[in-house]
């Protein structure tokens, strides 16, 4: 199932139910002692942060694995933290990134110091909209960690966002991405309902994914349906690359939104009314788009608003795929206007080496 801690920080006293949350998941993420440290070191500087400079947020905390350099490679378990606030942006990133530069009543570190010992870390701000920074800390060995840098070992990049209903330890939506040979394929599920039952259902459809990720997306189904019979259900897509073709093939059953940019061209790929588990159409044609070095695609819940728009100014290709999903979920949401439901955005995008 799918645990997230999601910490809305609107006050000092929740930096320390941050930290705690950070220790807490880089138990269930297998981090050692010492990542564990700098797990919460880079949530509580976060935390901080949200308070000082945007006057709040969120922080949200979960275990991913989206490595995609090898095929057929095992898992990469990561700890990831994103900071999420609609504050006034950063108006001096460069500064702002310095090793050691803080203010008065933080810890001292500094988003500079949390991208030096995060293996991961990017940032996006934008002007009276808001500031999203992401960081992983991964498991591995010292002498196997690139840090600085976007993991761009594979010929595409998978990341996501998933924000609990009501800040609930577990969502009922789940993604992940898998490759096996020169397919990689990413699923979306969002299990009916809310809570630890509707996680089981989405869960149960990641399990099937890892175990029959080579199937084409209409035959995946097909395979998840006859899994989640004994659970309530779930809306599911699946979206399958070919790598040696370049060639993108889509399916979905339930209400997971969809949609694909070719260059300026941003095109919805449709899934048919159902429930895997419950009520599968008797037909369910496959949808085929190109897939271009400047190709993005992106799944989401029904947490997002149906007509939400991608950002206009935001250079999405260029983002980490999971900071990507932020964003869309930021700009799509407020404090006025929060999620109503189990929120969940996946993306997959090109590496940067193979974008124009």
Same mark, same amino acid.
């Given at each position: 199932?799918?645990?997230?801690?999601?910490?809305?920080?609107?006050?000092?006293?929740? +930096?320390?139910?941050?930290?705690?949350?950070?220790?807490?998941?880089?138990?269930?993420?297998?981090?050692?002692?010492?990542?564990?440290?700098?797990?919460?070191?880079?949530?509580?500087?976060?935390?901080?942060?949200?308070?000082?400079?945007?006057?709040?947020?969120?922080? $949200?905390?979960?275990?991913?694995?989206?490595?995609?350099?090898?095929?057929?490679?095992?898992?990469?378990?990561?700890?990831?933290?994103?900071?999420?606030?609609?504050?006034?942006?950063?108006?001096?990133?460069?500064?702002? $990134?310095?090793?050691?530069?803080?203010?008065?009543?933080?810890?001292?570190?500094?988003?500079?110091?949390?991208?030096?010992?995060?293996?991961?870390?990017?940032?996006?701000?934008?002007?009276?909209?808001?500031?999203?920074?992401?960081?992983?800390?991964?498991?591995?060995?010292?002498?196997?960690?690139?840090?600085?840098?976007?993991?761009?070992?594979?010929?595409?990049?998978?990341?996501? +966002?998933?924000?609990?209903?009501?800040?609930?330890?577990?969502?009922?939506?789940?993604?992940?991405?898998?490759?096996?040979?020169?397919? +990689?394929?990413?699923?979306?599920?969002?299990?009916?309902?809310?809570?630890?039952?509707?996680?089981?259902?989405?869960?149960?459809?990641?399990?099937?994914?890892?175990?029959?990720?080579?199937?084409?997306?209409?035959?995946?189904?097909?395979? $998840?349906?006859?899994?989640?019979?004994?659970?309530?259900?779930?809306?599911?897509?699946?979206?399958?690359?070919?790598?040696?073709?370049?060639?993108?093939?889509?399916?979905?059953?339930?209400?997971?939104?969809?949609?694909?940019?070719?260059?300026?061209?941003?095109?919805?790929?449709?899934?048919?009314?159902?429930?895997?588990?419950?009520?599968?159409?008797?037909?369910?044609?496959?949808?085929?788009?190109?897939?271009?070095?400047?190709?993005?695609?992106?799944?989401?819940?029904?947490?997002?608003?149906?007509?939400?728009?991608?950002?206009?100014?935001?250079?999405?290709?260029?983002?980490?795929?999971?900071?990507?999903?932020?964003?869309? +979920?930021?700009?799509?949401?407020?404090?006025?206007?929060?999620?109503?439901?189990?929120?969940?955005?996946?993306?997959?995008?090109?590496?940067?080496?193979?974008?124009?």
């Amino acid at each position: 199932m799918t645990r997230v801690w999601y910490v809305p920080v609107h006050d000092s006293t929740r +930096v320390r139910d941050v930290r705690v949350a950070a220790e807490t998941a880089a138990g269930h993420a297998g981090l050692d002692k010492d990542r564990t440290a700098v797990a919460a070191l880079v949530a509580t500087e976060l935390a901080t942060n949200l308070l000082k400079h945007a006057g709040g947020g969120q922080i $949200l905390i979960d275990t991913v694995d989206a490595d995609l350099a090898l095929p057929g490679a095992g898992p990469a378990p990561a700890l990831q933290i994103l900071a999420i606030d609609h504050g006034p942006g950063i108006a001096d990133v460069s500064a702002a $990134l310095r090793d050691g530069y803080s203010t008065a009543s933080s810890l001292g570190a500094g988003l500079g110091t949390c991208r030096r010992i995060a293996d991961d870390f990017d940032l996006q701000t934008t002007p009276g909209r808001g500031t999203i920074a992401l960081a992983r800390i991964r498991p591995a060995p010292e002498d196997q960690r690139r840090r600085h840098r976007p993991r761009t070992d594979g010929p595409v990049r998978a990341g996501g +966002v998933n924000i609990p209903l009501a800040a609930a330890p577990y969502s009922g939506d789940a993604w992940a991405c898998v490759r096996t040979d020169d397919r +990689v394929t990413l699923l979306l599920a969002d299990g009916l309902g809310h809570g630890e039952a509707a996680a089981e259902a989405s869960g149960a459809a990641l399990d099937q994914l890892h175990h029959a990720a080579h199937l084409p997306p209409t035959e995946l189904l097909g395979r $998840l349906h006859t899994a989640l019979r004994a659970t309530r259900g779930a809306a599911v897509a699946v979206a399958q690359l070919d790598l040696a073709s370049r060639v993108l093939d889509f399916a979905g059953i339930g209400n997971i939104g969809a949609r694909l940019r070719t260059g300026d061209t941003w095109r919805p790929l449709l899934s048919h009314p159902g429930i895997v588990g419950a009520h599968r159409p008797a037909r369910l044609p496959r949808c085929s788009q190109p897939w271009t070095p400047d190709s993005l695609l992106i799944l989401h819940s029904d947490g997002l608003p149906s007509r939400w728009t991608p950002p206009p100014s935001v250079p999405l290709s260029a983002l980490d795929p999971a900071l990507t999903a932020a964003v869309i +979920v930021r700009d799509s949401s407020s404090a006025a206007r929060p999620v109503r439901d189990d929120t969940t955005v996946a993306v997959l995008t090109p590496s940067p080496d193979l974008a124009p």
